[in-house]
T-cell receptor, first 110, second 115 residues
Framework: KQEVTQIPAALSVPEGENLVLNCSFT??????LQWFRQDPGKGLTSLLL?????REQTSGRLNASLDKSSGRSTLYIAASQPGDSATYLC?????????FGGGTRLMVKP | DAGVIQSPRHEVTEMGQEVTLRCKPI?????LFWYRQTMMRGLELLIY????????DSGMPEDRFSAKMPNASFSTLKIQPSEPRDSAVYFC?????????????FGSGTQLSVL
């Protein structure tokens, strides 16, 4: 059974700092990995999707990497802003079903 | 496109009552998923449909839970009878099946409180 872990559970950083969120998984037989953002009281918004054959994806200040051999993915956020404050979840797709990590709650302080 | 639409946004009910949650997926999407989110257990997949057919309902916690998808544009998740431990946020999501590069799109969720 796939297990997805995100550490740390919460992170607080000052505005402008570059940061890395971590996601680890136990089964490398995946189709893709997605990073989502969830704002309080809201649904999830897909940020980046990395195919199994890819190593990374970039969108604006966000860069996600995937290393299947080590069972790890990272989400890099450059020049963080208060508006980046949210919970970030990674999810692995192994056959049209997503398994989610517990999320990292990010707070970017002005 | 309006995205995945869920209703109601909030539901407060008493233990023992029937609860029906509704979902309209994105037009053209043929996979639909029901998730439940709690602080203790995070996001859990309850059931998913492909082309209106339930594919995997192993996540449905008990027989009190049932889900239907009578057509491509509508799905319901029903809890009967409801219990306080069912209190959670229930999300519906949709995507296009069979394409591994397709993202999953979530609705805004239904906040369910069973008193």
């Amino acid at each position: 059974k796939q297990e997805v872990t995100q550490i740390p559970a919460a992170l607080s950083v000052p505005e402008g700092e570059n940061l890395v969120l971590n996601c680890s998984f136990t089964d490398s037989a995946i189709y893709n990995l997605q990073w989502f953002r969830q704002d309080p009281g809201k649904g999830l918004t897909s940020l980046l999707l990395i195919q199994s054959s890819q190593r990374e994806q970039t969108s604006g200040r966000l860069n996600a990497s995937l290393d299947k051999s080590s069972g790890r993915s990272t989400l890099y956020i450059a020049a963080s802003q208060p508006g980046d404050s949210a919970t970030y979840l990674c999810a692995l797709n192994a056959g049209n079903m997503l398994t989610f990590g517990g999320g990292t709650r990010l707070m970017v302080k002005p | 496109d309006a995205g995945v639409i869920q209703s109601p946004r909030h539901e407060v009910t008493e233990m023992g009552q029937e609860v029906t949650l509704r979902c309209k997926p994105i037009s053209g999407h043929n996979s639909l998923f029901w998730y439940r989110q709690t602080m203790m257990r995070g996001l859990e997949l309850l059931i998913y449909f492909n082309n209106n057919v339930p594919i995997d309902d192993s996540g449905m916690p008990e027989d009190r839970f049932s889900a239907k998808m009578p057509n491509a544009s509508f799905s319901t998740l029903k809890i009967q009878p409801s219990e306080p431990r069912d209190s959670a946020v229930y999300f519906c999501a949709s995507s296009r099946r069979g394409r591994t590069n397709e993202k999953l799109f979530f609705g805004s969720g239904t906040q369910l409180s069973v008193l």
